[in-house]
């Protein structure tokens, strides 16, 4: 069974800092993996998709890497602003199946 | 991005009633849509995946007699939490992914937060 673990589980940290998000999993044989972020009562919103084949991917002030082989990925944040402050899941497709398995998240806060 | 709405995104009732929550993909076919309940600072838990025309498979634990899924059609699937009580108290949030779209991404409603009286 595939567990995935996100490790810090909260982060403070000033404006203009530069980020670095962990998440683990289990099981290598993954599909896909997804990074999410998730506004205080709100649903998620997808951020990043990197598919097995794939180590990296980016968008704007984001980059996720993926070693499969380690069972690690990362969010990199650059700059990082209070508009960022937020709750970051990471989620894991398993090969053969496209359900995911999510981590508990991150929660960030990045102050003025 | 592809859009899945979410409706109602609150809903209050009394302990007993029934609540239905409806997910849509607004902009693309969704062969599979997934369920989910999140308590406060956890992160989701899957209750269920439905796929269009068929029956709903649960996850362990999930009655299926109490949180009834039907996924009619290729953008609709509804959440249907029966005789509700207090425990039922939750954010249920859906996602969905795309028919013939070999990525397994998901794309997320905005969640509806029930509170049973």
């Known amino acids: 069974k595939q567990e995935v673990t996100q490790i810090p589980a909260a982060l403070s940290v000033p404006e203009g800092e530069n980020l670095v998000l962990n998440c683990s999993f289990t099981d290598s044989a993954i599909y896909n993996l997804q990074w999410f972020r998730q506004d205080p009562g709100k649903g998620l919103t997808s951020l990043l998709l990197?598919?097995?084949?794939?180590r990296e991917q980016t968008s704007g002030r984001l980059n996720a890497s993926l070693d499969k082989s380690s069972g690690r990925s990362t969010l990199y944040i650059a700059a990082s602003q209070p508009g960022d402050s937020a709750t970051y899941l990471c989620?894991?497709?398993?090969?053969?199946?496209?359900?995911?398995?999510f981590g508990r998240g991150t929660s960030l806060i990045v102050h003025p | 991005g592809a859009v899945v709405s979410q409706h109602p995104s609150w809903v209050i009732c009394k302990s007993g009633t029934s609540v239905k929550i409806e997910c849509r993909s607004l902009?693309?076919?969704?062969?599979?849509m997934f369920w989910y309940r999140q308590f406060p600072k956890q992160s989701l838990m899957l209750m269920a995946t439905s796929n269009e025309g068929s029956k709903a498979t649960y996850e362990q634990g999930v009655e299926k007699d109490k949180f009834l899924i039907n996924h009619a059609s290729l953008t609709l699937s509804t959440l249907t939490v029966t005789s509700a009580h207090p425990e039922d108290s939750s954010f249920y949030i859906c996602s969905a992914q795309r028919q013939r779209l070999n990525t397994g991404e998901l794309f997320f409603g905005e969640g509806s937060r029930l509170t049973v009286l």
């Open positions: 902009d693309f076919q969704a062969t599979t």
């Open positions: 989620a894991v497709a398993t090969g053969g199946s496209y359900i995911p398995t």
């Open positions: 990197i598919q097995s084949s794939q």
